[in-house]
């Protein structure tokens, strides 16, 4: 499946913001340095332990799904990772960086972006006005009252985030208009915003229909290279078609990592997860709902 292009602004060239996400993430998969990186992180809620224990490294680009039932810890660690409940003991570096102690904003702007289970949108605007926005909200000029010119450079990215998220013919709909399914695209180009180099995902086919889902399967899969993302997603159908790894949880500790195929095959988690009649096979024909 071919690639979209966010950092390619028909006018300007090559988005300088864009370019220095791309040229970072090259020096390190060059030097071997993670993405993402979790040592001994806990987080603890009085008596309740959410997160025992966690260490989990991310390369660069890479694409990771986190997988586990309810109550495992899957959103607890994406908010540990994006300091919205930091962690009570551990460590948490981001390209290399302790962030551990920087709120969520320090880290936005360090690449790290979010999506969240509950649809979090500007109901009373366009699609392309919410896009703007959030293309203007992390850049220079975001304070700006000035309407912006057909040149400027944050609507000509917005109107590629559009189509990068198959929105195009909704343009101009009121966000309030829009379909479950398409509200959840738009946020994926909200995260699109700025340079990302690392996206958490926090269940984006949750409600969706069978059609919506294999939607959200081309977009994530035509990311560029050097975005990466963690997903957490109840539906192995999807998870597993967009992940080249896989993280398993249970009871807030990491309980069996591999890839797509050996999490599916492996025993243990066919029982306890998908069922002992699951198997392989079963993916291949589509989502189960």
């Keep these: 499946m071919a690639q979209i292009d966010i950092t390619h602004s028909p006018k300007r060239g090559r988005n300088r913001e864009q370019n220095r996400g791309t040229d970072a993430l090259s020096r390190l998969q060059e030097t071997g340095r993670f993405a993402l990186e979790l040592e001994a992180v806990s987080r ?68 790290l972006r979010r999506t969240y289970q509950i649809s979090l949108l500007f109901n009373g ?30 609507m000509e990215m917005a109107e590629t985030l559009l189509h990068a998220v198959h929105l195009d013919d909704r343009r101009d709909t009121m966000v309030a208009e829009l379909s479950y399914g398409q509200q959840r695209q738009l946020e994926i180009a909200l995260a699109l915003s700025g340079a990302p180099r690392l996206i958490l995902f926090d269940e984006p086919a949750a409600g969706l229909s069978p059609t919506e889902r294999t939607e959200l399967v081309e977009i994530l899969q035509a990311l560029p290279e050097h975005i990466g993302f963690i997903i957490i997603e109840h539906d192995m159908d999807v998870a597993l078609r967009v992940a080249e790894s896989v993280t398993m949880m249970h009871n807030g500790r990491i309980f069996k990592e591999g890839t797509p195929e050996e999490i599916e095959n492996d025993p243990e988690v066919q029982q306890l997860y998908l069922g002992q009649d699951y198997t392989a096979q079963d993916r291949t024909g589509g989502s189960r709902g």
Excluded at 72 to 80: C, E, P, Q, V
Excluded at 134 to 154: N, Q, T
């Design 44 to 111: 603890h809620f009085g008596a309740l332990v959410a997160l025992a224990d966690i260490n989990l490294a991310v390369r660069a680009g890479e694409r990771r799904a986190v997988l586990g039932s309810n109550g495992a810890g899957k959103t607890t660690l994406f908010n540990a990772i994006t300091g919205d409940f930091p962690p009570t003991t551990g460590r948490v570096r981001l390209f290399g960086e302790d962030v551990t102690t920087l709120p969520a904003y320090e880290r936005i702007r360090r690449g």
């Design 125 to 154: 605007l366009s699609v392309i006005d919410n896009i703007f926005l959030a293309c203007r909200g992390v850049g220079r000029g975001r304070f700006s009252l000035l309407r912006p010119k057909k040149d400027d450079g944050a």
